[in-house]
């Protein structure tokens, strides 16, 4: 899924947009044990209530593409019969009308998930009547020729509410808050099956977590049986690998520079796509090649790549550069440097020390504070 159809199922969740036909629950604790669960009409909720859950329904949408929203394919062995599929489709097949099988999904989900401390498991079941669209993009909503059933899980964790002091207006005192078990934003979740082009696509999913470096590993393998993604610091991590392993003594501060000014340049001309930009191995080496590192040097490009990140990884470019902000960090010194201005700074050996070498353009604050000739005046000292 893309951004537009990540977006467009983000809108359902309002009131004038909504479709969704059932809400289910369990809340489990931290032994484990189920201590409640629920299964409602959701247009029969509450205003006050539907605003919440579709405030946690949203969050499960949320965040960076190749980050905290991953698109994830089901190999064929966890479609076949008895597999972690099988139950996702009858789970939506049956819009939540099953307690078998949300029983039997939930406690899927309890063994598979690590987590300490008190959660709640939400489910809901929509059916999307898909408008049409002119060449244009404008919608057409009576051109609509498929409806999108799909079910989307998440998972928030409850913690008491922090202690402290509130104000009863009926005796017009302050008192002690009384602490109750409050539902937090999903941790983690899923949509099945996903939208892609805007249709549905039941041999994918698309899978959210919080922390993109941690994205529950156990339950993406057992529960949902799909290959596990590179975590977003794991990409990062394994690109910088990479690099230094490839460039050995020959990694140094202008090549890397210009790795960066490169990839930064890519990104830039990628902007306007839906997709994000994704470096496959063969894309990786193009990169650097284009950044001047030597064919010598790219020899030993795709061992390094298959033995540290894998033959076929995938590497989200937003994982691995920040377009914002070029860091030069010693032990000691950290230097942030706007990225349009990176030929300020060079390299340089100084009365036989390697020397990082700044270019002053325009005043100088030291500590806030406009200096005048302070640099000109030590030098001469």
């Not at 605003?51 to 980050?67: A, H």
């Not at 993406?220 to 910088?240: M, N």
Request: a negative charge; glycine letters at 6%.
């Amino acid at each position: 899924m893309i951004k537009k159809e990540i977006s467009e199922i983000k809108r359902l969740f309002t009131p004038s947009n909504c479709s969704i036909s059932r809400i289910c629950g369990c809340y489990v604790d931290g032994e484990k044990n189920k201590k409640t669960e629920f299964r409602e009409a959701f247009l029969s909720l509450p205003e006050e209530d539907m605003f919440k859950y579709f405030e946690i329904l949203r969050k499960n949408l949320s965040g960076t593409l190749g980050k905290n929203l991953l698109n994830l394919e089901f190999p064929l062995d966890a479609e076949m019969e008895g597999g972690p599929h099988e139950l996702l489709l009858k789970l939506r097949n049956s819009k939540l009308q099953d307690d078998e099988l949300l029983d039997a999904f939930y406690d899927r989900i309890i063994e598979t998930y690590d987590y300490v401390g008190n959660y709640l498991i939400l489910l809901i079941h929509d059916a999307y009547d898909i408008p049409g669209r002119t060449s244009d993009g404008i919608e057409m909503e009576d051109a609509s020729d498929e409806v999108y059933s799909y079910i989307m899980c998440c998972i928030c964790p409850v913690d008491l509410s922090r202690p402290g002091l509130s104000y009863n207006e009926l005796e017009n005192s302050f008192q002690n808050r009384v602490r109750d078990w409050v539902v937090a934003m999903p941790e983690l979740g899923f949509l099945f099956p996903a939208f892609n082009d805007r249709s549905t696509d039941l041999h994918s999913t698309l899978f959210y977590s919080k922390n993109g470096d941690d994205l529950h590993d156990s339950f993406i393998e057992q529960l949902l049986g799909c290959p596990l993604p590179l975590p977003a610091g794991y990409q990062k991590e394994s690109f910088q690998t990479i690099i230094e392993e490839t460039l050995g003594e020959t990694c140094n501060y202008e090549t890397v520079k210009n790795i960066h000014e490169t990839l930064s340049e890519m990104m830039e001309e990628h902007k306007d796509q839906p997709e994000p930009l994704v470096l496959d191995k063969y894309q990786a080496k193009t990169l650097l090649a284009n950044s001047g590192v030597e064919n010598e040097k790219l020899e030993e490009f795709d061992r390094h790549f298959d033995e540290i990140a894998g033959e076929k990884a995938a590497i989200f470019a937003t994982n691995i550069v920040n377009t914002r902000a070029f860091e030069v960090k010693t032990p000691d010194v950290i230097v942030k440097v706007n990225p349009d201005r990176t030929d300020l700074v060079e390299t340089r050996e100084i009365d036989g020390r390697q020397c990082l070498v700044i270019a002053i353009e325009g005043g100088v604050e030291v500590n806030g504070i406009a200096v005048n000739g302070t640099m000109e005046n030590a030098s001469e000292e």
